[in-house]
């Protein structure tokens, strides 16, 4: 399936330069002269390898159809990240690092998608957003609030995001798991 260069998502499989790649981070850009572009950070889905590719959204690449299992994910045993499959309860193993920083965002019990070409695991979807408690943020400065400015701060899972300065900890807040950021409050 052909898609323009700036509807890739990280996650998503393209066949680039005659192989799959996997697309581990994007960042629409837009510059003060020429046409947009997304900058995408791809990892190589069978040798691992990383290339760094700007595409236009007038250019296209084929987006390849991968077969999708829905897997819950059960436990972490050292480097090794277990699923099992909620049809056929079978479990498969998958590196951590194949999930990069977005393995923190992993917790008991929660449902992903796994895709696969071939019967290989070339891609991991998690759910775009998850809620995740605050266990270490800056105080607020007085007067700090003035303007529109973010604090860093370290959730229960090990991950530094920037937050609004109300964000206090003990808080529960709601992060984007694709792009690594707060998106707001848990109710």
Known sequence: MKINGNEIRPGNVIEHKGTLWVAVKTQAVKPGKGPAYAQVELKNAID???????????????RVRLDQND????????DMLTFM???????????RDFLE???AFLQDGMK???????????GISLPDQ??????????????QTAASSYKPAMLENG????????????????????????VRRAE
């Open 71 to 78: 897997y819950q994910f059960l436990f972490a045993e050292g």
């Open 48 to 62: 691992g390898t990383k290339l760094n590719e700007r595409f236009r959204s007038s250019e296209t690449v084929e």
């Open 101 to 103: 920083e977005r393995a």
């Open 130 to 143: 998850v809620i995740l408690q605050v266990v270490e943020s800056e105080p607020v400065v007085k007067g």
């Open 159 to 182: 991950v530094r995001v920037m937050v609004p300065p109300f964000v206090g900890v003990g808080e529960r807040v709601v992060v984007d798991t694709n792009e690594l950021t707060y």
């Open 112 to 122: 992903v998608t796994i895709e696969s070409h071939e019967g290989r695991p070339i």
């Open 85 to 95: 499959d909620l049809e056929s309860y079978e479990q498969v193993q998958i590196p």
